[in-house]
């Protein structure tokens, strides 16, 4: 028995001295780890500074409830059942009852408010027995963030998301998405928690081991302006024609700024939402609107010249074993090749292709791949569509490839593909990346700023660029485009109507399907903005013509833009200078700005923005409200240093 003893005497001080150090790290690793703590995500903001996407922060208040010694609970118990009483509506003694019963049933995570604003959020922590804090008082508090776009659903694909699955699969949709890793995400921070049995963590402190670093803000080309006129000029038009979908995109002529983006799609509902990025996403044969690019493809070459006489025969012609038919009954005769674009024949188009390149098609394909249409334009949000143009061995080949090639089929593109190629029209041939982005910042200091991309420098020679730019505006004033035409106000551009779903005739004849579509840009002589609608499957029962679908929602987005927008109208009130507030800004910026590890001076200031002041330094303090409104007193004296996790006592009224 006595040598038993000295052996469990012997155990005993070789696990407390020996392995001590080992067995309470062990212990400590189960009971207590850091655990991250997500950043503000930086926010997204339109063109003038419109926010456009934003984290609003959201907070869980707990308590622990046997955190506090007895007598300083029950001293306090009233006041906080009175506090949350008035704060929620039920009864003072309802409170106290299930405080008092959580704090019998040793419950240390018992849930008080959940998912509550900031402003909420401070009133809370000051009631009585949680404005003792963590230690004494038993406060828990714990942030989340959710995303939240002002603006609701108009351009909400575009703006995007970032988004994580339970198995931390992520899926980046639109700007948010694009730019979320490496700019708007931050960096977690970390915070010390506590295991206090089933499954549940307590924070050990009421601040951050690590403070999480917030995102930096991306500034978007958006115009709000614009986007909301471009929205609501779609969406009427999809309701009217009973559409599956449709998108449009403004774009700026000269930078190739993405001005406005509507991407809308009809539920089982009828109703129509932003569902899928389709003017960045989704390829498709564009139809006629390609027209434009294989004609001036053959004046570039110099196969053709404007004036040269077509043969579109009686509307029917035969190629290859295939009819090709015009939708004008009867034919358009021999007509020249500058009116076979104006009419959009495609009996003259393909004729023109067929004629000129058919002994030698690489020719024809090494104008578009120099022009860069058979490769993706590399565009900042995730998810472009590529874009398919068919070469010789290709199992899409054959003799009559070029022939509906030139006519907007048997290729693919997409919308903002298509968008990019017209606006180097209207740019003077140079051809640029369509850009979402303007800048990213932290505050007013620029991190990135993103400037033009030129692709091509001159897509073709002025000759070129000015025959065709006058078949444009001719379309509308006297081609396929002519109902757009407006005598106050010029526009030029190129209608188109595909067929779509038609690989089984039988069945597309019983019901027919349309891609309807207009690209162009506007004024005429002087391009500053470029545009392309393009609506899917429009009811042939109202109406499936490009001209009469696409076509209007292009005149009345160009038209809302110069005349139903205040571009040049000023805002006298918008100069007025108000030297309080002007102040007030001035005074609270160089404090954000100078303080960094000192104690500022927030006397004056409102509560809100001393305490935003004090927990953004660079040094973590803790900061206690007394009040409401403007502070009169501070516990710590300006400009004195201030140490980590220092308690800063502010009084307001």
């Given at each position: 028995m006595f040598v038993f003893a000295l052996a469990v005497v012997f155990k005993l001080c070789s696990i407390q001295f020996i392995q001590g150090d080992q067995y309470r790290e062990l212990a400590e690793k189960r009971t207590v780890k850091d655990f991250d703590i997500e950043p503000n995500r930086g926010n997204v903001y339109s063109a003038d500074g419109s926010l456009l996407a934003t984290s609003i922060p959201?907070?869980?208040?707990r308590i622990d409830a046997i955190q506090a010694k007895k007598n300083v609970f029950e001293e306090r118990i009233d006041g906080l059942a009175d506090s949350l009483s008035a704060y929620r509506g039920k009864s003072a003694s309802y409170y106290k009852n299930v405080i008092r019963k959580a704090r019998k049933n040793k419950n240390r995570y018992f849930l008080l408010a959940r998912n509550i604003s900031y402003s909420d959020y401070i009133r809370v922590r000051n009631f009585p027995l949680l404005n003792l804090g963590a230690i004494k008082g038993g406060l828990i508090v714990e942030q989340t963030t959710r995303r939240e776009h002002p603006m609701g659903g108009i351009a909400s694909r575009s703006i995007g998301y970032e988004r994580f699955d339970k198995d931390s699969n992520v899926t980046r949709a639109g700007i948010d998405g694009a730019f979320g890793e490496k700019y708007l995400r931050g960096i977690k921070g970390t915070r010390l928690k506590q295991k206090i049995g089933n499954g549940q963590w307590k924070p050990i402190a009421d601040y951050d081991q690590i403070e999480p670093q917030d995102g930096y803000d991306v500034y978007t080309t958006i115009d709000v302006n614009i986007q909301d006129i471009a929205h609501h000029s779609l969406l009427g038009q999809l309701e009217k024609y009973e559409a599956e979908h449709g998108c449009v995109v403004v774009m700026d002529v000269r930078?190739?700024?993405?001005?406005?983006?509507?991407?809308?799609?009809?539920?089982?509902?009828g109703k129509y939402y932003e569902r899928l990025n389709y003017a960045v996403g989704e390829s498709h044969e564009p139809g006629s609107t390609f027209k434009v690019i294989a004609m001036m493809a053959a004046l570039e070459d110099k196969v053709i010249d404007t004036s040269t006489v077509i043969d579109t025969k009686n509307g029917v012609k035969y190629f290859y074993g295939r009819t090709i038919s015009d939708s004008h009954r009867g034919g358009y005769g021999k007509i020249s090749a500058a009116r076979t674009l104006e009419v959009s024949s495609n009996i003259g188009l393909a004729t023109i292709v067929d004629d000129n390149y058919s002994k030698q098609p690489e020719k024809f394909l090494k104008r578009l791949s120099k022009w860069k249409l058979d490769e993706p334009l590399g565009v900042s949000i995730v998810g472009e569509g590529q874009p398919d143009i068919p070469k010789p061995g290709a199992s899409n080949w054959s003799k009559n490839a070029l022939p509906s090639m030139a006519y907007g089929y048997n290729l693919t593109m997409t919308p903002l593909q298509t968008l990019a190629f017209y606006n180097a029209i209207a740019n003077d041939g140079e051809l640029i990346k369509p850009r979402f982005i303007k800048a990213v910042k932290s505050f007013d200091k620029d991190i990135e700023v993103f400037?033009?991309?030129?692709?091509?420098?001159?897509?073709?020679?002025?000759?070129?660029?000015?025959?065709?730019?006058?078949?444009?505006?001719?379309?509308?004033?006297?081609?396929?485009?002519?109902?757009?035409?407006?005598?106050?106000?010029?526009?030029?551009?190129?209608?188109?109507?595909?067929?779509?779903?038609?690989?089984?005739?039988?069945?597309?004849?019983?019901?027919?399907?349309?891609?309807?579509?207009?690209?162009?840009?506007?004024?005429?002589?002087?391009?500053?903005?470029?545009?392309?609608?393009?609506?899917?499957?429009?009811?042939?029962?109202?109406?499936?013509?490009?001209?009469?679908?696409?076509?209007?929602?292009?005149?009345?987005?160009?038209?809302?833009?110069?005349?139903d927008t205040p571009i040049i109208d000023e805002v006298q009130t918008l100069d007025f200078n108000n030297n309080l507030v002007n102040q007030d800004f001035e005074s609270y910026y160089e404090n954000a700005r100078k303080y960094k590890e000192l104690m500022p001076s927030v006397v004056g200031m409102p509560a809100m923005d001393a305490i935003a002041l004090l927990e953004n330094l660079q040094v973590n303090v803790k900061v206690k409200l007394n009040g409401n409104g403007i502070i009169k007193k501070q516990s710590v004296d300006k400009h004195q240093k201030l140490q980590p996790n220092q308690t800063i006592v502010l009084e307001a009224s």
């Amino acid at each position: 028995m006595f040598v038993f003893a000295l052996a469990v005497v012997f155990k005993l001080c070789s696990i407390q001295f020996i392995q001590g150090d080992q067995y309470r790290e062990l212990a400590e690793k189960r009971t207590v780890k850091d655990f991250d703590i997500e950043p503000n995500r930086g926010n997204v903001y339109s063109a003038d500074g419109s926010l456009l996407a934003t984290s609003i922060p959201k907070y869980d208040i707990r308590i622990d409830a046997i955190q506090a010694k007895k007598n300083v609970f029950e001293e306090r118990i009233d006041g906080l059942a009175d506090s949350l009483s008035a704060y929620r509506g039920k009864s003072a003694s309802y409170y106290k009852n299930v405080i008092r019963k959580a704090r019998k049933n040793k419950n240390r995570y018992f849930l008080l408010a959940r998912n509550i604003s900031y402003s909420d959020y401070i009133r809370v922590r000051n009631f009585p027995l949680l404005n003792l804090g963590a230690i004494k008082g038993g406060l828990i508090v714990e942030q989340t963030t959710r995303r939240e776009h002002p603006m609701g659903g108009i351009a909400s694909r575009s703006i995007g998301y970032e988004r994580f699955d339970k198995d931390s699969n992520v899926t980046r949709a639109g700007i948010d998405g694009a730019f979320g890793e490496k700019y708007l995400r931050g960096i977690k921070g970390t915070r010390l928690k506590q295991k206090i049995g089933n499954g549940q963590w307590k924070p050990i402190a009421d601040y951050d081991q690590i403070e999480p670093q917030d995102g930096y803000d991306v500034y978007t080309t958006i115009d709000v302006n614009i986007q909301d006129i471009a929205h609501h000029s779609l969406l009427g038009q999809l309701e009217k024609y009973e559409a599956e979908h449709g998108c449009v995109v403004v774009m700026d002529v000269r930078t190739g700024e993405i001005k406005a983006i509507s991407n809308l799609g009809r539920n089982k509902e009828g109703k129509y939402y932003e569902r899928l990025n389709y003017a960045v996403g989704e390829s498709h044969e564009p139809g006629s609107t390609f027209k434009v690019i294989a004609m001036m493809a053959a004046l570039e070459d110099k196969v053709i010249d404007t004036s040269t006489v077509i043969d579109t025969k009686n509307g029917v012609k035969y190629f290859y074993g295939r009819t090709i038919s015009d939708s004008h009954r009867g034919g358009y005769g021999k007509i020249s090749a500058a009116r076979t674009l104006e009419v959009s024949s495609n009996i003259g188009l393909a004729t023109i292709v067929d004629d000129n390149y058919s002994k030698q098609p690489e020719k024809f394909l090494k104008r578009l791949s120099k022009w860069k249409l058979d490769e993706p334009l590399g565009v900042s949000i995730v998810g472009e569509g590529q874009p398919d143009i068919p070469k010789p061995g290709a199992s899409n080949w054959s003799k009559n490839a070029l022939p509906s090639m030139a006519y907007g089929y048997n290729l693919t593109m997409t919308p903002l593909q298509t968008l990019a190629f017209y606006n180097a029209i209207a740019n003077d041939g140079e051809l640029i990346k369509p850009r979402f982005i303007k800048a990213v910042k932290s505050f007013d200091k620029d991190i990135e700023v993103f400037e033009k991309e030129v692709l091509v420098d001159e897509i073709c020679s002025d000759r070129t660029l000015a025959q065709i730019r006058d078949i444009l505006k001719n379309i509308v004033i006297r081609g396929t485009g002519s109902r757009m035409y407006s005598e106050t106000f010029s526009m030029a551009g190129k209608t188109g109507t595909a067929r779509t779903d038609y690989a089984n005739f039988e069945e597309w004849n019983k019901d027919k399907k349309y891609i309807s579509s207009f690209a162009g840009y506007f004024p005429a002589e002087n391009p500053k903005y470029s545009c392309i609608v393009v609506i899917h499957k429009p009811s042939t029962k109202v109406g499936y013509y490009g001209a009469d679908v696409s076509g209007p929602v292009f005149k009345r987005i160009a038209q809302k833009i110069y005349t139903d927008t205040p571009i040049i109208d000023e805002v006298q009130t918008l100069d007025f200078n108000n030297n309080l507030v002007n102040q007030d800004f001035e005074s609270y910026y160089e404090n954000a700005r100078k303080y960094k590890e000192l104690m500022p001076s927030v006397v004056g200031m409102p509560a809100m923005d001393a305490i935003a002041l004090l927990e953004n330094l660079q040094v973590n303090v803790k900061v206690k409200l007394n009040g409401n409104g403007i502070i009169k007193k501070q516990s710590v004296d300006k400009h004195q240093k201030l140490q980590p996790n220092q308690t800063i006592v502010l009084e307001a009224s």
